[in-house]
């Protein structure tokens, strides 16, 4: 299964604040963690049933786990409006592929994001940019005669401050890849 992410073109506002996972009055978001048998057509199958049952997915990513090479894990982030959680667990259970489910709180998980974005920039602008992109630990990925392509990772808040001083600049391409998240570990 390949990675899956939103790709994205600016302005995003709306979209923004609707990632931005609680930042703003939108909707609350349920974090899934949902282990599936690494075969052709399942993620299909997945994305097929949220539409079929009028689920809103904000976020999907997808990869192969580490344990075993047959099992991918996709961490969805759906709309807590659109879909009550007991159902959406007993909808995605169905599934023949399906091997595990588990919700993640974001009080007890670690999210992550990853964004590239190519800017245009001026001799000025470079600097700045590229001086933006060294305070928030990103790094430039790119570099070109007019534009410069970065990538900064980061909790989806991060991201989304990140992108919101962007604004200012000419952004020519926005790729973010969704969320990923696991657990938090236990501190004893």
């Given at each position: 299964m390949a990675a899956a992410g939103a790709a994205a073109a600016a302005p995003r506002g709306a979209q923004l604040t609707a990632l931005?996972?609680?930042?703003?009055?939108?909707?609350?978001?349920?974090?899934?963690?949902?282990?599936?048998?690494?075969?052709?057509?399942?993620?299909?199958?997945?994305?097929?049933?949220?539409?079929?049952?009028?689920?809103?997915?904000?976020?999907?990513?997808?990869?192969?786990?580490?344990?075993?090479?047959?099992?991918?894990?996709?961490?969805?982030?759906?709309d807590v409006e659109s879909a009550p959680l007991e159902q959406v667990i007993m909808q995605l259970d169905k599934l023949v592929n399906v091997v595990s489910i588990g919700e993640l709180s974001p009080a007890e998980a670690v999210e992550r994001e990853l964004v590239l974005v190519t800017v245009a920039v001026g001799p000025t602008e470079r600097q700045q940019v590229i001086q933006l992109v060294g305070v928030f630990g990103g790094e430039v990925v790119s570099v070109g005669a007019d534009r410069l392509t970065v990538m900064l990772a980061g909790r989806p808040e991060k991201i989304d401050d990140f992108e919101g001083l962007l604004e200012q600049y000419t952004v020519v391409e926005l790729q973010r890849t969704g969320r990923v998240a696991l657990p938090k570990l236990e501190r004893h």
């Open positions: 931005a996972g609680g930042r703003s009055a939108g909707p609350r978001h349920h974090i899934l963690s949902v282990l599936v048998e690494n075969k052709a057509g399942v993620l299909a199958r997945v994305a097929g049933l949220f539409s079929r049952r009028g689920f809103n997915i904000y976020s999907l990513a997808v990869a192969p786990t580490d344990e075993d090479e047959h099992l991918s894990r996709i961490t969805i982030v759906v």
